[in-house]
């Protein structure tokens, strides 16, 4: 009797151990050449931050990489957005040259070749990465951070490279269910300078500010942090942004979402997801808000100097798209000079060039001697930043790094001209001051009396 349940005992010891068994990639981090990740089963990264698995929207199931440990589940990458797997029991298959992802029928929904001597392997990193490498030289044969989708996570780059024709950049979900490819992307523009933007469909909708050198022109607030360093490389024909989290305890994602925002959300050990900011913020912030020639501030909209209103009927109904025109055609001519304006989100870049080694005077110049440049601007002391044309969606910072200098018919030496506007102002400020002193005299005369004034009595 008791031999007889020992072994039953052991008998179902086996079988679990043979369960166990059965799944030997389930739980790993790794798939082998040759084998299989199944519907249902999942590689989990080394320090558990990150699952590869299925998941299913309806009847269109998807290859996903999400947070092991945050609820509700948040997704931040995903393999095959616009061909899913559907009726189930999809597969995903590592072949000596692919990685492949299978259909129940086995067919390929979604698939990457690459080309090794030895056999690959698969790992599914702490960074939310899943690559591909070479089991004997390490070499990496593909990876998943190449191929962005809604979410930039810390160590995924966006931008391009005209000499590969490369151009890598997040694009917004469907909806929040569904991950086909929706309207709104993060990019880089090879035909503008450094500048990260974000579109709806081709349209801009907003510009971080062209980078300069530091920092993003219409962010300068994103400098000073020791959360999170921004790292963009520019080369000839490249440029790539990405950004790096210093402290390690902290998740960071910079997400695209359905509804047209970008939003960088935090979380600590709580498992749960602060936002830290989202864009665009306001009303500035929406791309070419003001029109042509104007800069603006606080939601409002000012024509640059020697400009006006092109409708200044649909200016003082606050209509602004319009913009602004020249009061008068401009004389092309060394005599040409410059306005002021400080603390800005420089104009976008579509017309612009950069030319390295030139300090300010030096970039002055060789704006005057064209006659369709319409500004310039220096980042880092020698990188000389010159307009042709309109300028368009520039922004007035309340602190910001950069400088503006656009076009006017005459030279006003900068300087002197700043002095008599502070005089002017610190004037109107006194005398604003003085007149607000005499009403509130005669107020509170007024109220003295706790009668109201008597007709025809002069207030002054
Ligand atoms: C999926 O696979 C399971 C187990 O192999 C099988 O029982 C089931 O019928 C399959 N479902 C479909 C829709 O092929
Ligand atoms: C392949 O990448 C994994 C994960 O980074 C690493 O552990 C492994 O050592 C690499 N393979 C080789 C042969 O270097
Ligand atoms: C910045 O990005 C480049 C690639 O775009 C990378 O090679 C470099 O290591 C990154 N630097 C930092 C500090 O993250
Ligand atoms: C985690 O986040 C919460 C809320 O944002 C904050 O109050 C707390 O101090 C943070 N903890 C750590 C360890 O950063």
């Known amino acids: 009797m008791q031999c007889a349940m020992l072994k039953a005992a052991l008998l179902s010891a086996v079988a ?59 997704i931040v990458w995903v393999a095959n957005r616009q061909n899913p797997i559907t009726g189930g029991n999809g597969s995903l298959t590592l072949t000596s040259s692919s990685l492949e992802l299978l259909d129940r029928t086995g067919n390929p929904v979604w698939s990457n070749a690459f080309q090794t001597q030895n056999s690959p ?49 997040v694009t917004s979900w469907k909806n929040g269910s569904d991950p086909s490819l929706g309207e709104y992307s993060l990019r880089l523009d090879p035909k503008r300078l450094p500048d990260v933007l974000l579109f709806h469909g ?83 912030d929406v791309y070419v808000y003001c029109g042509a020639n104007a800069a603006c501030y606080n939601g409002d909209c000012k024509c640059l100097s020697e400009f006006t209103p092109k409708s200044p009927c649909d200016w003082s109904q606050r209509n602004f798209a319009g913009g602004c025109v020249r009061d008068a055609v401009l004389p092309c001519s060394s005599g040409n000079g410059f306005a002021f304006l400080s603390k800005v989100k420089v104009p976008d870049t579509l017309n612009a060039i950069m030319v390295h080694g030139k300090g300010w005077d030096d970039c002055k110049n060789l704006c005057l001697r064209q006659c369709s440049c319409s500004a310039y601007t220096v980042f880092q002391e020698s990188d000389c930043v010159v307009w042709f044309g309109d300028l368009v969606d520039i922004v007035q910072l309340s602190e910001g790094i950069n400088d503006l200098y656009t076009r006017v018919s005459h030279s006003n030496p900068s300087h002197s001209g700043r002095n008599i506007a502070i005089i002017v102002s610190v004037s109107v400020v006194v005398v604003v001051l003085v007149i607000s002193a005499l009403l509130s005299f005669c107020y509170r005369r007024s109220q003295q009396k706790h009668l109201p004034l008597a007709e025809g009595e002069e207030v002054f």
């Open 16 to 74: 679990l151990f043979a369960a166990a068994f059965a799944h030997p990639q389930q739980n790993g981090d790794s798939l082998t050449t040759g084998l299989s990740l199944l519907n249902g089963q999942n590689l989990v990264s080394a320090q558990k931050i990150f699952v590869l698995g299925f998941f299913s929207n309806g009847n269109s199931t998807y290859l996903g990489v999400w947070y092991n440990e945050m609820q509700p589940r948040t």
């Open 202 to 284: 081709s349209v801009p909708k907003y510009r971080m500010g062209t980078w300069n050198g530091q920092g993003f022109s219409g962010l300068p607030a994103l400098r000073a942090t020791n959360l999170l360093a921004f790292n963009m490389t520019v080369d000839e024909d490249s440029a790539y942004y990405s950004y790096t989290a210093l402290d390690t305890s902290i998740l960071w994602r910079f997400v695209v979402s359905p509804d047209g925002l970008a939003h960088r959300w935090c979380s600590n050990q709580s498992n749960l997801w602060t936002e830290y900011w989202h864009l665009p913020q306001d009303q500035c």
């Open 121 to 169: 392997q698969a790992f599914l990193l702490d960074s939310g990465n899943l690559i591909v490498n070479d089991t004997v030289s390490g070499n990496l044969l593909w990876q998943a951070f190449d191929h962005p989708s809604d979410t930039l996570l810390p160590g995924i780059r966006i931008g391009y490279d005209t000499s590969t024709n490369d151009n890598s950049f």
